[in-house]
């Protein structure tokens, strides 16, 4: 059972910037694929960004292109996801998530990571 804590979530005003960390339990971090989604009140989750085991490989949604940047540290077993110019349309619970490891490759789906966060709260005030 692989263990995520997401932080650094808040309120902040639109423009500005916020770092999410997911922090992962499992010593195997290396292998495995990570994604961000968020979801909304009301609204379904979204794919919001992904990175492959080396970091070699990112993938952003249309919405976040530009804006956001996913980036891991396999030594702190840690992914990050950096978020500028935040407008208030990004506001949302974000969870991370991974895959079940073995090297592959993105993920833009729900469906086949096999653990998630519980998430973290952004606020993006008008």
């Known amino acids: 059972q692989v263990q995520l804590v997401e932080s650094g979530g808040g309120l902040v005003q639109a423009g500005g910037s916020l770092r999410l960390s997911c922090a992962a339990s499992?010593?195997?971090?290396?292998?495995?694929?990570m994604g961000w989604f968020r979801q909304a009140p009301g609204k379904e989750r979204e794919f919001v960004a992904t990175?492959?085991?080396?970091?070699?490989?990112?993938y952003y949604a249309d919405s976040v292109k530009g804006r956001f940047t996913i980036s891991r540290d396999n030594v702190k077993n840690t992914v990050y996801l950096q978020m500028n110019s935040l407008k208030p349309e990004d506001t949302a619970v974000y969870y991370c998530?991974?895959?079940?490891?073995?090297?592959?490759?993105?993920?833009?789906?729900?469906?086949?990571?096999?653990?998630w966060g519980q998430g973290t709260q952004v606020t993006v005030s008008s």
């Open positions: 499992d010593r195997t971090f290396s292998r495995h694929t």
């Open positions: 990175i492959n085991w080396s970091g070699g490989s990112t």
């Open positions: 998530a991974t895959d079940r490891g073995g090297w592959g490759p993105i993920i833009t789906t729900p469906g086949p990571y096999a653990y």
